[in-house]
């Protein structure tokens, strides 16, 4: 059972807009940044969102992210095949002298 | 930019000590940052193991706190895992990071992943 509550599928077609979850509580999201990755199959998680909504140098502005309150979002736009992956969502918690939290993760499917 | 590489055994005896190492190539672990690691059990989520910073900060769970080290050799670029006493449980794909760590931590790399099943 991971603390933050994602989605644990969701699809669209090619050029569509797709948005995936990550709920929390006061103790990470509503206190802390939150952090985005797309894993591969086979490969390591790379980061694709962080302090919230900054995208790293090479990540496409077709991804976003956004937080309110205990809440947030990762949003595709312009879906590609590429984009086919396992997203999860993390931040880091006050609770139990600090620790880092973690979503269920999300398979993105490209019809 | 940074890379990470987990390296050990595949295979662990029940009640053993489980051992990771992670190389960092990239960039000096004596320069900053926490280097931690974090763990996901076949078909489950992923859990945070600990992390520890090149002057001996640490963030451990508490779950894993009494069985756990992690160690950091600035000397060899290099940091480690011990976990003690393990069980069938601790069967995961084990992953080691990095973190930056200023009003909280993230993790801004992972390593590929190492799967390490404890069996007899």
């Known amino acids: 059972q991971s603390v933050l509550t994602q989605p644990p599928s969701a699809s669209g077609t090619p050029g569509q807009r797709v948005t995936i979850s990550c709920s929390g509580s006061?103790?990470?999201?509503?206190?802390?940044?939150v952090n985005w990755y797309q894993q591969l199959p086979g490969t390591a998680p790379k980061v694709l969102i962080y302090?919230?909504?900054q995208r790293p140098s090479g990540v496409p502005d077709r991804f976003s992210g956004s937080k309110s309150g205990t809440s947030a979002s990762l949003a595709i736009s312009g879906l590609q095949s590429e984009d086919e992956a396992d997203y999860f969502c993390?931040?880091?918690?006050?609770?139990?002298?600090?620790?880092?939290?973690f979503g269920g993760g999300t398979k993105l499917t490209v019809l | 930019q940074v890379q990470l590489q987990e390296s050990g055994p595949g295979l662990v005896k029940p009640s053993e000590t489980l051992s990771l190492t992670c190389d960092v190539s990239?960039?000096?672990?004596?320069?900053?940052?926490?280097w931690g690691w974090i763990r996901q059990p076949p078909g489950q989520g992923l859990e945070w193991i600990g992390s520890r910073s090149h002057s001996g900060s640490i963030y451990y769970s508490p779950s894993l706190r009494s069985r756990l080290t992690i160690s950091v050799d600035t000397s060899r670029n290099k940091f480690s895992l011990r976990l003690s006493s393990v069980t069938a449980s601790d069967t995961a794909v084990y992953y080691c990071?990095?973190?930056?760590?200023?009003?909280?931590?993230?993790?801004?790399?992972w390593g590929q992943g190492a799967l390490v099943t404890v069996s007899s």
């Open positions: 990071a990095r973190l930056y760590c200023g009003a909280d931590c993230s993790i801004d790399s």
């Open positions: 006061s103790s990470n999201i509503g206190s802390n940044t």
């Open positions: 990239g960039y000096s672990i004596s320069s900053g940052y926490f």
């Open positions: 302090s919230d909504n």
């Open positions: 993390a931040a880091w918690d006050d609770s139990l002298n600090g620790h880092v939290v």
